[in-house]
């Protein structure tokens, strides 16, 4: 139905920036929220941000805060994920997800189980 494809992920020094891409395909009549989770190995998936439809509300976990920007391109059916001064704690592999609705609350926006469709994920690693 939905597909979404990920990219930009790769190996940078601590400090350096990645910018991810996150593109919806096929059916995409109805792509509301937007966002990504990530896990590293051993550790829980958690949270790391998200969009609404418009664009108009954006929301980030406060290890992220101040240095990754989230944004979206609706004509492309895609979103960006900006990520500057990269730290090793970011290393995990990175997941966009997809709803086809948009949320009421913050607490949906970060709940994996909120999104309907998710991506292949993309390997951030960030080097100590």
């Known amino acids: 139905q939905v597909q979404l494809v990920e990219s930009g992920g790769g190996l940078v020094q601590t400090g350096g920036s990645l910018r991810l891409s996150c593109t919806a395909s096929g059916r995409t009549f109805s792509v509301g929220a937007m966002g990504w989770f990530r896990q590293a190995p051993g550790k829980e998936r958690e949270f790391v941000v998200a969009?609404?439809?418009?664009?108009?509300?954006?929301y980030y976990a406060d290890s992220v805060k101040g240095r990754f920007t989230i944004s979206r391109d609706n004509a492309k059916n895609t979103a960006y994920l900006q990520m500057n001064s990269l730290k090793p704690e970011d290393t995990a592999v990175y997941y966009c997800v997809v709803d086809g609705s948009t949320f009421s609350s913050e607490r949906m926006f970060a709940t994996w189980e909120s999104y309907r469709y998710w991506g292949q994920g993309t390997q951030v690693t960030v080097s100590s």
């Open positions: 969009i609404s439809r418009g664009g108009g509300a954006t």
